[in-house]
């Protein structure tokens, strides 16, 4: 197979994996607090083929002589776009839209019997009941606990009215009292580019083991006692349906015109095999 064939073949299996993402964010235009994923991509490996014994304008020639062969592209990365989306009123209690970007809800998620933290931008939240009804705990549609700044946020059973303070404050009443049941802990992505997509609308962060980052250099707490979200009220996603078409049509092009390097240099080898 010649160099270009396979340029073109290992540059058509990333532009794939870019359409599949394109394909996700479409898919996902219309799910709550869903943030666009961006693809980047990356130059593979080149050679320096310095077959010029005579190159022009050598005296002022600013690159190196001969000719550059690369081995085609990769996708480099998946970014995070945390831009917030519009906001769309539903007068529920539960319901809480973040306000500035790179915000992030925390909740925990257990898996294969591994607990972790995850991060979402999803604020519909719910009451899910605990120790036989007796106590209830704030959870999202999944059943996930939503995370306070002590934990999980468990609320006495027995309360007339629950509401969402815009500082993330869980206030509760009973009678004509009120009282605070817990608070948000509500995050700041410091490098939301480290954060990685981890299913259900949530991200979670990378090992850290392999990263030159501490924690703290990456995740912060949101300021306390300012508006952070808005009650009653749902973020909707991020995701611009006029430029993901744009965005895929471009990739489907590409891939089209890879693909024709294939054909066209399978015939080209066809006919020098016929040479007499």
């Known amino acids: 197979m010649s160099r ?137 549609k999944d059943g996930h606990p939503v995370l306070g700044e002590n934990g999980p946020i468990i609320i006495e059973e027995g309360f007339d009215a629950i509401t969402i303070d815009p500082d993330g404050q869980i206030s509760v009443q009973r009678g004509n009292v009120n009282e605070n049941a817990g608070n948000l802990a509500v995050t700041e992505a410091v490098r939301p580019q480290l954060l990685e997509a981890s299913g259900d609308n949530t991200f979670r962060l990378p090992d850290l083991d392999e990263l030159a980052f501490d924690f703290a250099e990456i995740m912060q707490p949101a300021g306390q006692n300012s508006e952070i979200l808005r009650s009653g009220a749902l973020e909707q996603s991020n995701v611009d349906i006029g430029s993901q078409m744009t965005d895929l049509l471009n990739a489907q092009r590409s891939y089209q015109f890879n693909a024709r390097t294939i054909s066209m240099g399978d015939q080209m080898m066809g006919l020098v095999n016929q040479l007499r």
């Open 4 to 140: 270009s064939m396979i340029q073109a073949a290992v540059t058509m299996n990333q532009l794939q994996s870019k359409m599949d993402l394109i394909s996700n964010n479409m898919a996902n235009s219309q799910t709550t607090g869903y943030k666009t994923r961006q693809a980047d991509f990356a130059s593979l490996l080149f050679q320096q083929i310095d077959n010029m014994t005579d190159p022009a304008n050598a005296d002022g020639r600013l690159t190196p002589d001969g000719v550059r062969v690369g081995s085609g592209a990769k996708l480099g990365s998946v970014n995070i776009d945390l831009t917030p989306g519009s906001l769309q009123e539903t007068e529920r209690a539960l319901d809480a839209a973040l306000l500035e970007k790179n915000h992030l809800f925390q909740i925990q998620v257990t898996e294969n019997d591994v607990t972790e933290t995850r991060y979402t931008r999803d604020g519909s939240f719910y009451l899910s009941p605990l120790n036989g009804g007796e106590d209830v705990m704030l959870a999202t």
